[in-house]
Each structure stands twice: as structure tokens, then as C-alpha cells.
């Protein structure tokens, strides 16, 4: 069974730029998390989105959005680039919305570099 | 405030050497999750366990193992005779029954390095 996929797995881009990140769960699992992982830090979380809701979202600008689709697919988007977006983005896929009875498991991530 | 804290920021020791990696959380919840996820230079976050914060029980995984206790809000993961393949980053992460979805609250991560 595949795994959590990310795309792409890297990316450059200028600031000012907008940006889209893929990510594809596991088979069955409804719960979509990104998360931002600055170099020599853990990953803080940006959204969560189950069942194409928006579950939580995190303590970032309104320059980021996301969305999940009905195959529970989901993309990132983040606009007006700075160079302080660079970063890993992680994102994590789980059967239920909440921690209680699952684990997250976590895609390879993208490595965006604004330059 | 920090939830997970992670004092360790970077550990070094020869393989086969027992090795410690502290974890230390604050919350108001008497419902949260713990884990411990394995980061290698690939990026992708292992998973690696999961505690209820009603299940103090220690758990052994083959080198693995882990002391949750719930006094003095610590969760440490030991690896005993370490590997070279061991060498990763290591992060501890909270998640409150209260919260928000799934959310987790990641330490900063303990970078370890086993020497052959």
C-alpha cells in the first residue's frame, strides 16, 4: 500500500510568487494535517481538514489556505511568498479526525526555497 | 508557551552505548496523547509510538523503550546498544483531547548521531 505522497518533492521559487503543495493520504484515511518545518526546528501545524472540512488551523498568516477533495486529496497554497516560508511542509494523514484511537503518518514533505 | 520541550539538542554516542532522550510536556488536559516520531535526512517523520495519557504503563520495543511518567510530565524514549542506523533526529509531540482536530505540538527535536 503506498504511503502518504507528497508533490513536488522540491521547489524554488521567487518572493512575491504563489505556490501549491499536493498531498496525497493513505488509502481510507479521511484526515489531511500540513505542517512547517523550519530548518533546526519541529514542525509546527499549519491545518487540519477531515471529511473536505476544515478541522483546526494554526497560528499562521492568511496568506495560507488549503482545501481537501472529495477523494481526500488535499492542497496548501501559499501566496505572496516570503523568504521566511521557506521550509519543509510536512503532511500528515490519519483514519480520524481526532488523536484518540490513530496515528498520523507523514509524507516525505516538500522542500520549498524562496529566494 | 512551549508544550513539548526538548532539552537535548544534539547527542553523540559510539554504537552499542545506551542512549536516553528526555521529553518534558505541560498541559491542562487529563486527556492528551503522546508520541515520538524518528526523523532520518530524508525528511519523512516515523512513527514510532503513541501513549494515552491514562495508560502509564512503560512499553519495550525490541531497543526501544519508554518511561512515561505523568508526575513529572515526562515521556523519555531510550534506545539501548545503539546503531549506526539509529543516527536521526528524534522528536517528542503532544496532542490534547481538548484540541483542535489532530493538532500536534512538536518538540524541537533531539538530533542523535550513533558512532561506528
Known amino acids: 500500500d503506498a504511503g502518504v505522497t507528497q508533490s513536488p518533492t522540491h521547489l524554488i521559487k521567487t518572493r512575491g510568487q504563489h505556490v501549491t503543495l499536493r498531498c496525497s493520504p493513505i488509502s481510507g484515511h479521511k484526515s489531511v494535517s500540513w505542517y512547517q518545518q523550519v530548518l533546526g526546528q519541529g514542525p509546527q501545524f499549519i491545518f487540519q481538514?477531515?471529511?473536505?472540512?476544515?478541522?483546526g488551523r494554526g497560528n499562521f498568516p492568511d496568506r495560507f489556505s488549503a482545501r481537501q477533495f472529495p477523494n481526500y486529496s488535499s492542497e496548501l497554497n501559499v501566496n505572496a511568498l516570503l523568504l521566511g516560508d521557506s521550509a519543509l511542509y510536512l503532511c500528515a494523514s490519519s483514519a480520524s479526525d481526532r488523536p484518540r484511537n490513530t496515528e498520523a503518518f507523514f509524507g516525505q514533505g516538500t522542500r520549498l526555497t524562496v529566494v | 508557551a512551549q508544550k513539548v520541550t526538548q532539552a537535548q539538542t544534539e547527542i553523540s554516542v559510539v554504537e552499542k552505548e545506551d542512549v536516553t532522550l528526555d521529553c518534558v510536556y505541560e498541559?491542562?488536559?487529563?486527556?492528551?496523547?503522546l508520541f515520538w516520531y524518528k526523523q532520518p535526512p530524508s525528511g519523512e517523520l516515523v512513527f514510532l509510538i503513541r501513549?494515552?495519557?491514562?495508560?502509564?504503563q512503560n512499553e519495550i520495543s525490541g531497543r526501544y523503550s519508554w518511561n512515561f511518567q505523568k508526575s513529572t510530565s515526562s515521556f523519555n524514549f531510550t534506545i539501548t546498544a545503539s546503531q549506526v542506523v539509529d543516527s536521526a533526529v528524534y522528536f517528542c509531540?503532544?496532542?490534547?483531547?481538548?484540541?483542535?482536530?489532530?493538532?500536534?505540538?512538536f518538540g524541537t527535536g533531539t538530533s542523535l548521531t550513533v558512532i561506528p
Open positions: 498541559t491542562r488536559d487529563t486527556t492528551y496523547y
Open positions: 509531540a503532544l496532542s490534547e483531547a481538548s484540541g483542535t482536530g489532530n493538532q500536534f505540538y
Open positions: 501513549r494515552n495519557s491514562f495508560d502509564e
Open positions: 481538514y477531515y471529511e473536505k472540512e476544515e478541522r
